[in-house]
């Protein structure tokens, strides 16, 4: 099968096209075809090494860790799905090696969704991993409540795009940053104001929608951005970051709740998002899309920071 591998971890460059053995599914797998795969800021942090100590991992590595495509094959023991079944999934093991970027991918009957019956395979692959980190993030970890206010950076990318869209939906009030030639973007998508991170002080200008503060930040840039937005939330208030664990001292001079997410495959949220998705809940961000053979390229351009909704790979 057409394959994306890296061989030891480096730049882009460290990826090259191969043509791997096509894995075998065991009792309880399913074997997808793949037709699309996303690629995400995770994708190029594992390849640079950034992941290591963090995630078990083999050599040679697949990347990859979102998809859609067709059921090929399924073991013995499966009962869930057939062959011709359209899934997605977040494709995150126990053992980072055998991802998305390949033509077909086994992943346990368990860990894979039925794609929303009104989206394409495009679409469809831009979901998991970034839906569900919103989900998590909002709901599991911060416990968002309708009409609570929520901070939400990097609102046009995304992650943030879904995060908007989900705790608007819920009830909340929603400020985000993103650049200025994203607001009308993040606005139609459902948040009440929009900050210039590069241009205004995100704390004053969040304080001028609320003056309390808001109840909820939720990261996704980290560093100075992260340390900026303590100031931004109420006495009591929740800092989520999707890529550390916010500073304690600092959420103790503020009196805020530090918290960190890190998505896990859950394909009972992934079920009720395609239902969202279906009843047109939820919308699909602007989306870039590569050849398999370009995934170099195409995480170059994910490690700008400054990638307006999302990018995918074409597979099949």
């Known amino acids: 099968m057409r394959a994306i591998v890296m061989d030891r971890f480096g730049g882009p460059e460290v990826l090259r096209a191969a043509d791997m053995p096509v894995p075998k599914p065991t009792e309880h797998d399913v074997l997808v075809q793949v037709t699309y795969a996303a690629v995400n800021p995770v994708d190029w942090k594992i390849r640079e090494g950034e992941l290591k100590d963090a995630l078990p991992h083999q050599f040679p590595l697949i990347p990859g860790w979102d998809m859609s495509g067709i059921v090929i094959a399924v073991g013995t ?9 359209r899934v997605y999934a977040y494709c995150r093991k126990p053992v980072v090696q055998m991802g998305a970027y390949a033509e077909f991918i086994t992943l346990p009957e368990t860990q894979v969704a039925r794609m929303p019956k009104n989206l394409g395979f495009r679409d469809a692959a831009v979901i998991p991993l970034c839906a569900l980190t919103a989900w998590q993030a909002l709901f599991d970890v911060a416990h968002l409540q309708p009409n609570e206010t929520i901070l939400i950076h990097a609102g046009a990318g995304g992650v943030g ?5 989900l705790a608007h939906n819920l009830g909340a009030g929603v400020i985000t940053t993103a650049s200025l030639r994203n607001h009308e973007l993040v606005r139609s998508l459902g948040a009440m104001h929009a900050i210039d991170y590069s241009r205004e002080d995100i704390a004053k200008s969040t304080r001028a929608v609320t003056a309390q503060g808001v109840d909820v930040v939720f990261d996704l840039i980290g560093g100075e951005v992260q340390e900026k937005s303590f100031a931004a939330l109420k006495p009591g208030g ?3 970051s999707a890529l550390s664990m916010p500073d304690a001292a600092l959420a103790a ?5 530090p918290l960190q997410v890190f998505a896990a495959p859950n394909v009972p949220q992934l079920t009720e998002l395609a239902t969202q998705f279906d009843d047109g809940r939820l919308k699909i961000p602007m989306i870039r899309e590569y050849d398999l053979k370009d995934a170099a390229a195409a995480q170059s351009l994910s490690q700008t920071g400054h990638v ?3 990018i995918v790979l074409k597979v099949k």
């Open 77 to 85: 023991d499966v009962s869930l799905w057939k062959p011709n079944d």
């Open 161 to 165: 795009s879904f995060a908007i869209q």
């Open 238 to 240: 929740r800092l989520v």
């Open 253 to 257: 001079k503020y009196s805020v709740t």
């Open 308 to 310: 307006q909704g999302k």
